[in-house]
């Protein structure tokens, strides 16, 4: 059909966007692949030649429509080696095993990642003070980290009375030395960002005795 190859070759689309929006016309390029999503079969289209169509290579199934879906059928194709790495920050960051993740810049206590899929550029990642923010962009990267940190700081603000109810693993005798050790008084209310602080201070006495406990907070601090 005249002009079909030329209407594709002006819609060519990053793999993230192509995931996310599934659209019928545009392709990414993965090394001398063109790849195509066909949603009305259910399949991912390889084509051979990064500056024409050529011609179709195989087209494989997507298992399902959910989570990193086209990841997952590329992986399959190039037949990738699926690994999550051995640092737990970085698996944190990766969270694909057919990702790769490189550090690009820090910048103060931030630390800004960007994820790519068989050297083909996927995603940023901004880590700061343990939370995480993607985007395609920098820029939307930080703004998912501002909306979590906001979230976070909102959930630290809420109120929490120290005492015995029906979700509580503290016995009486338990809370009130909780409350000894850690300089809180019985039946005050504190936010959990107070709670979290105290506990911090004697985190091997809290670890020690009261662990289990500190899920009533929801606060859970590292005991190893």
């Not at 996927?122 to 700061?128: P, R």
């Not at 120290?162 to 809180?184: H, P, V, Y």
């Not at 009261?210 to 606060?219: C, E, H, P, S």
Request: include cysteine; charge should be positive.
């Amino acid at each position: 059909m005249p002009g079909w190859n030329h209407r594709f070759m002006e819609q060519e689309t990053s793999l993230n966007n192509l995931q996310t929006n599934q659209s019928a016309n545009a392709f990414a390029v993965v090394e001398d692949y063109r790849i195509l999503v066909d949603s009305a079969q259910a399949v991912v289209h390889f084509y051979e030649g990064r500056g024409e169509w050529g011609r179709l290579v195989r087209s494989v199934p997507i298992e399902k429509w959910s989570g990193d879906w086209l990841i997952r059928t590329i992986g399959r194709f190039f037949r990738l080696n699926y690994q999550l790495t051995d640092d737990k920050v970085i698996a944190s960051i990766q969270r694909n095993g057919y990702l790769t993740v490189q550090i690009k810049h820090r910048i103060g206590g931030a630390i800004l990642y960007q994820r790519a899929l068989k050297n083909e550029f996927w995603d940023y990642c901004v880590s700061f003070r343990g939370e995480l923010g993607f985007g395609v962009t920098v820029h939307a990267a930080i703004t998912d980290l501002r909306g979590k940190l906001a979230a976070r700081t909102n959930v630290e603000q809420v109120e929490i009375t120290l005492k015995l109810g029906s979700s509580s693993r503290f016995t009486q005798q338990q809370l009130d030395a909780f409350c000894e050790a850690n300089g809180l008084m019985l039946g005050s209310r504190y936010t959990r960002q107070h709670l979290r602080q105290a506990i911090l201070r004697q985190r091997k006495m809290n670890c020690e005795q009261f662990r289990t406990q500190l899920a009533y907070f929801d606060i859970r601090i590292n005991c190893k």
